[in-house]
């Protein structure tokens, strides 16, 4: 069954880091290409940071330089860490796989998707 399961969502002050996880279970995290996207009431989801089973990473132009995706192999973990954070990054994030190599990401490309996990940056 797969299952996916994020948190260190949290409440923080501009300019302040946190790091987001992503536990996986169902597949492994190293066969697929996994991506972090994050959606705001009334807009589409983003996509913020992808990593290619090949290790290839890429990023949403807004996060470029402050996040940065990795994984655990071992713990079938996919990671988001979050450093310089903005208002702007107040979101919910989630992660997703796809059976693709899709850049730039499209969350259409991507599922199933897990509960997601509140990001919340006060100026």
């Known amino acids: 069954q797969v299952q996916l399961v994020e948190s260190g969502g949290d409440s923080v002050q501009s300019g302040g880091s946190l790091r987001l996880a992503c536990t996986v279970s169902?597949?492994?995290?190293?066969?697929?290409?996994m991506g972090w996207f994050r959606q705001v009431p009334g807009k589409d989801r983003e996509g913020v940071a992808g990593?290619?089973?090949?290790?290839?990473?890429n990023y949403a132009d807004s996060v470029k330089g402050r996040f940065t995706i990795s994984r655990d192999i071992a713990k079938n973990t996919l990671s988001l860490q979050m450093n310089s954070l903005k208002p702007e990054d107040t979101a919910m994030y989630c992660c997703?796989?796809?059976?693709?190599?899709?850049?730039?990401?499209?969350?259409?490309?991507?599922?199933?998707w897990g509960q997601g996990t509140q990001v919340t940056v006060s100026s």
């Open positions: 169902g597949y492994s995290v190293s066969k697929y290409f």
């Open positions: 990593m290619a089973s090949d290790g290839t990473r």
């Open positions: 997703a796989a796809s059976s693709f190599n899709p850049a730039p990401l499209k969350a259409s490309l991507f599922g199933p």
